[in-house]
T-cell receptor, first 114, second 110 residues
């Protein structure tokens, strides 16, 4: 079974530029999550999708971050404009259902904002 | 106060040692308790999952949950250099939202 795929793996941008990350979840997984992991911290949930609907985006900075999940499969996370404090690893995870033991993480995209 | 507190380490032990990793939490609504392992430049992978108080064993790994003290532990027996990684505790309430600790870096020396 293929895992969660993410691209790009690394991205370096200047502040105020825009950037987009892509995630392809495990086939058949209904739930998709985007997390932000700042160096030395644990992952923090940004947004959760159930199929193509948003379940929780309470911690998403909506003035600059947006996310979509078209057709309930792939997802993109966008930052526009980026700030220095957005430097982090952005992790995508998926699970077949909303549950406690079933989140599978991708390798992440490491973003550096200069 | 953070909802989940975890000592960042690093924790350095010799190969074969017993490792004890711990987290404390403040939210009594947490029902599910997990330990994830994260290798450098990789995503977290689930190691152990427990529901409510008690112990759970899986090979060299034992997870303990003490809800009365709001304290969870992960023990690694016969530690190996391949166990060197960051260990993240995570907790979930009935909304299924995962709250992670900051992670403990573990180094097992050959």
């Amino acid at each position: 079974e293929a895992g969660v795929a993410q691209s790009p793996r690394y991205k370096i941008i200047e502040k105020r530029q825009s950037v987009a990350f892509w995630c392809n979840p495990i086939s058949g997984h209904a739930t998709l999550y985007w997390y932000q992991q700042i160096l030395g911290q644990g992952p923090k949930l940004l947004i959760q999708f159930q199929n193509n609907g948003v379940v929780d985006d309470s911690q998403l900075p909506k003035d600059r971050f947006s996310a979509e999940r078209l057709k309930g499969v792939d997802s993109t996370l966008k930052i526009q404009p980026a700030k220095l404090e957005d430097s982090a690893v952005y992790l995508c995870a998926s699970s077949p259902l909303r549950g406690a033991d079933t989140q599978y993480f991708g390798p992440g995209t490491r973003l550096t904002v200069l | 106060q953070k909802e989940v507190e975890q000592d960042p380490g690093p924790l350095s032990v010799p190969e074969g040692a017993i490792v004890s990793l711990n987290c404390t939490y403040s939210n009594s609504a947490f029902q599910y308790f997990m330990w994830y392992r994260q290798y450098s430049r990789k995503g977290p992978e689930l190691l152990m999952y427990t529901y409510s108080s008690g112990n759970k064993e899986d090979g060299r790994f034992t997870a303990q949950v003490d809800k009365s003290s709001k304290y969870i532990s992960l023990f690694i027996r016969d530690s190996q250099p391949s166990d060197s990684a960051t260990y993240l505790c995570a907790m979930m309430d009935s909304s299924y939202k995962l709250i992670f600790g900051s992670g403990t870096r573990l180094l097992v020396r050959p």
